[in-house]
T-cell receptor
Framework: DAGVIQSPRHEVTEMGQEVTLRCKPISGHDYLFWYRQTMMRGLELLIYFNNNVPIDDSGMPEDRFSAKMPNASFSTLKIQPSEPRDSAVYFC???????????FGSGTRLTVV | AQSVTQLDSQVPVFEEAPVELRCNYSSSVSVYLFWYVQYPNQGLQLLLKYLSGSTLVKGINGFEAEFNKSQTSFHLRKPSVHISDTAEYFCAAEGQGGSEKLVFGKGTKLTVNP
């Protein structure tokens, strides 16, 4: 398996633009997690899915953020409109369930100017 | 709910020296415990995990960790570090029988100097 695949690796966008981050989890993993990492706040869980259904989105910072998982092999995290404070590294991770630990993607480094 | 505290934000050591990275957790239920490593510009990679049984857990790259229930600790150790071990290390906890969410500590930056 190629692991968790995220795209793009880097994204630079202007304030106000829409940004879409993409994730392909490991086949057979029923759980998918979106995290944000910054120097100030560390790793923050934004949202997670089980069998494509959002379970907990309490970490989504505001309505500008949305996430979808239309099928077991694809998820998106969208920011509209983007702001400079959204600049961070966004990680996707997947898991087959409790005890398994997570497999992380390489992340998307987002810079909003 | 769980919380994880990594007591040291930065740990500098010399090559071939032993190292211990400290992690304490708080939880109202039993937990599964994990250590992850993050190399620069990469995602987090699982080092080792404690689920049950023997309290000494061995992981990749020569690391090991010991679960101490009375101290609510899960410290990570390596007897002799290499330059290539320079990375950030994260401790994480997951409550048994409840949420599938991992709660991460804030990380410890290990720097191995020649």
């Amino acid at each position: 398996d190629a692991g968790v695949i995220q795209s793009p690796r880097h994204e630079v966008t202007e304030m106000g633009q829409e940004v879409t981050l993409r994730c392909k989890p490991i086949s057979g993993h029923d759980y998918l997690f979106w995290y944000r990492q910054t120097m100030m706040r560390g790793l923050e869980l934004l949202i997670y899915f089980n069998n494509n259904v959002p379970i907990d989105d309490s970490g989504m910072p505001e309505d500008r953020f949305s996430a979808k998982m239309p099928n077991a092999s694809f998820s998106t995290l969208k920011i509209q409109p983007s702001e400079p404070r959204d600049s961070a590294v966004y990680f996707c991770a997947s898991s087959f369930g409790p005890q398994g630990g997570y497999t992380f993607g390489s992340g998307t480094r987002l810079t909003v100017v | 709910a769980q919380s994880v505290t990594q007591l040291d934000s930065q740990v500098p050591v010399f090559e071939e020296a032993p190292v211990e990275l400290r992690c304490n957790y708080s939880s109202s239920v039993s937990v599964y415990l994990f250590w992850y490593v993050q190399y620069p510009n990469q995602g987090l990679q699982l080092l080792l995990k404690y689920l049950s049984g023997s309290t000494l857990v061995k992981g990749i790259n020569g690391f090991e960790a010991e679960f101490n229930k009375s101290q609510t600790s899960f410290h990570l150790r390596k007897p002799s570090v290499h330059i290539s071990d320079t990375a950030e290390y994260f401790c994480a906890a997951e409550g048994q029988g409840g949420s599938e969410k991992l709660v991460f500590g804030k990380g410890t930056k290990l720097t191995v100097n020649p």
